[in-house]
């Protein structure tokens, strides 16, 4: 005899209990999930931001512990994100570059003629020179892969409005991207006991922007680049899968 309770229903678990809640656990972890990586990049860019800050003003041996302790983190949570030096220091350059990177896209694609774009970079350059860590500015030379290929994408977007000025014949010929480059690391670099640095440096790209006018006599010096040829060679000698 098989014994049965007839019109029996399933029992329904009381509210409060595992099996009720369950189907609400993964909306909670994953709110938990977001909070975390929320937190931790909020960790991160306090230490990038205050690691920019103590490099200018300290140099690339400034203490680990002083970044932490100005970040307002922990020594633990600063070594988590960047376990090293280096490691850090590379953080700042990449994110420096990438700074760049929108400051020269943004005159590539400016409708403005070439030496008003030109002035547009420098104007932008000189306004976030605080935040740049560059290799011009006295930070680490790196050839991280992702740092040489924005290297390369500043110097091809600098090279487009240069080009546009030079088929418009308000640029000179001989100009090129590594001339922009490095006026633009020098006018980011206020000099010592100066004034107001933004008016001086401004009024120098200026004359320096007027100086590219289509003039004679042609410039002095090769128009090649130790930079272009370090990349180029560090390019040839990765793997065909990687360039």
Known sequence: MIWSLPNASPRVP?????TSGMSEAPTEARRVTRRLRSDAAANRERILAAATIAVRRNGERVPMTTIADQAGVGIGTLYRHYPTRPALLAALTLRSFQIVVQHARAAALSAEPAPAALEQFFDRTIAARNELILPLHGGPVTHDREIVALRTEIRDLLEQVLARGRRDSTIRPDATPTDIII???????????????????RRQARIFVAGLAATDPPLPGSRATRARREDESHARSRPPSMR
């Open 183 to 201: 006026t633009g690391a020098m006018l980011a670099q206020p000099l010592p006991h100066a004034g107001d640095w933004d008016q001086l440096a």
């Open 14 to 18: 009381p509210r409060g209990t595992i």
